[in-house]
């Protein structure tokens, strides 16, 4: 009865439609040493449904080694770690063998502690909490509501109201939904497009779509589930592009501080366009698994067979750390955390691999840092890095 059930929850689990109850069910036979047999067989045996295509047998190797490496640490911690929980390490150590599940080395590892003072690992872990559902929104011209930090998203209709119901205020003309620095939120748009707004980042839209068009801005991240309309086209404009599509699921990262725009078509199709309004400049049309962008020079470049769990992990409640650049790491981490990070000498060209999920506190992140030998101090809400 118990390989059956963890079977089920494990291809619940990679198939990413796990209830909350029974993420919590599964949490239980992770802890469990009794159950260590019946997970090993049944995680093996979703990785044999995998075709072999598929598989990157170097990728696969190299995630495996740093599962075992981070089983081999959090078993050590259980002896040095006393204020860590046993069943929280263990937690982590099943969860870096389900990562090979999603292939995407979602799992950070925890070592290195002699870089970082147990001071400051214990101030990031009090004064430094992650990003939260944080947002203001703003009906018309009247004063911005904060909204509730226990709601995850608004929905928009004849009125504006949480996602459970209930009510916030009257629909104006124009909403604009606005998320702080270490914000999230979520809507839902009078057509019924679904949107994820990451922190820093807003969205302006009507009550009410014109007839034909259905037209937004977007500023910093999106991820947009559009309501298939054919005979109204949605239109996303940011500060230097126009993304037009019919139906369809993509993100947009267009943030002023990064040196590019980013838009990752999951599925359907859109289309890019930067210049003037009317005859744009230039535009293209993008086929899922592909990615346009946009640099400081008004051109559009575009990446073919791109793996587009990287782009989207922040709205799927991770870091992806896999093949980004250390400088978009730090503001990625600067925007969720609501920190600044200075670099003492050079920026480092330590290259990142893995991941870590986002509601981990700072002190998760500094041991990650650790791990890759970088020191680490934090002052205030500064955390400074050097290479050893």
């Known amino acids: ?60 190797s190299h995630l495996a080694q740093r599962a075992m490496q981070v089983d081999k640490v ?7 770690e006393t204020n860590a929980p046993i ?42 909490v992650p990003g939260t559902n944080r947002a203001v929104l703003t009906v018309g011209s009247n004063q911005p509501i904060t909204l509730s930090n226990n709601k995850k998203g608004i929905a928009v209709g004849t009125a504006v109201t949480y996602n459970d119901g209930e009510r916030i205020a009257d629909a104006g003309q124009v909403l604009q939904l606005v998320t702080p620095r270490g914000g999230q939120y979520q809507a839902v748009l009078p057509d019924g497009t679904k949107v994820w707004l990451n922190a820093a980042s807003s969205i302006r839209f009507p009550t009410k779509f014109d007839a034909g068009k259905r037209e937004v801005q977007v500023t910093g991240e999106a991820y947009l589930e559009v309501a298939k309309n054919a005979a109204s086209p949605f239109i996303v404009k940011t500060g230097s592009s126009t993304i037009q599509v019919l139906g369809t699921s993509f993100n947009i990262s267009a943030y002023e501080d990064e040196r590019v725009q980013k838009t990752t078509l999951i599925s359907g199709s859109v289309k890019v366009m930067i210049g003037n309004s009317g005859p744009f400049d230039q535009n293209v049309t993008l086929q899922p698994g592909q990615q346009a962008i946009v640099s400081d020079n008004k051109s559009i470049d575009v990446k073919k067979g791109i793996d587009t769990t990287q782009d989207i992990a922040w709205k799927n409640g991770y870091f992806n750390f896999e093949s980004v650049g250390m400088n978009e790491v730090i503001r990625q981490i600067e925007r969720w955390y609501d920190i600044k990070i200075q670099f003492e000498g050079q920026v480092t060209k330590v290259k990142l691999s893995g991941g870590m999920d ?21 002052d205030g809400r500064t955390l400074y890095i050097k290479e050893n």
Do not use: C
């Not at 292939?103 to 214990?122: C, E, L, Q, S």
């Open 74 to 80: 959090f078993k050590s911690d259980i002896n040095t």
């Open 87 to 128: 069943h929280f390490l263990r937690r982590w150590g099943w969860a870096a063998a389900v990562a090979l599940l999603l292939g995407t080395g979602a799992f950070f590892w925890i070592a290195g502690r002699k870089h970082t003072t147990p001071d400051d690992i214990a101030k990031a872990e009090i004064n430094i």
């Open 358 to 378: 986002r509601g981990v506190k700072l002190s998760g992140l500094i041991r990650f840092f650790n791990s890759y030998g970088l020191q680490t101090r934090l």
């Open 1 to 60: 009865m118990d390989t059956i059930r963890i079977a089920y929850l494990l291809t619940q689990f990679t198939d990413k439609t796990i209830t909350a109850v029974e993420m919590e069910e599964l949490e239980h036979y992770l802890q469990d040493d009794r159950y260590d047999g019946i997970l090993t067989d049944e995680i093996v045996g979703q990785l044999m449904k995998v075709e072999a295509s598929l598989v990157n047998a170097d990728r696969f």
